[in-house]
């Protein structure tokens, strides 16, 4: 029996019985080296197989685009007072709940 999870119309990992990986070996160790992840059940224990040079984790993370004016020097002395002030009020709103 295989399990596959499919995210936007390509697999993205497998889970195959041990039984199915000895006979398919050759065509998930290529799935493998495509970017699939590949598990693989035996006496109820899963091993993940990945590539030597798999991505971390942390590489896959999409940067978040930050909108400010360009007109704006977040070295300015006076816009960092504001910017502190307006945090500190914050901070102290969220600390009257308390």
Do not use: C
Not at 51 to 70: G, H, N
């Amino acid at each position: 029996m295989y399990m596959i999870n499919v995210q936007n119309g390509t697999i993205k990992t497998m889970e195959v019985p041990i039984s199915r990986f000895r006979k398919n070996l050759f065509s998930l160790i290529d799935q493998v080296l495509e970017g699939k992840e590949v598990w693989v059940r035996h006496k109820g224990r899963r091993v993940r197989i990945v590539p030597e040079d798999a991505p971390s984790k942390l590489s896959r993370i999409t940067p978040l685009k930050i909108l400010s004016s360009p007109n704006l020097d977040p070295n300015d002395p006076a816009l960092k007072t504001k910017m502190l002030d307006g945090m500190r009020k914050e901070w102290e709103k969220d600390w009257e709940k308390i």
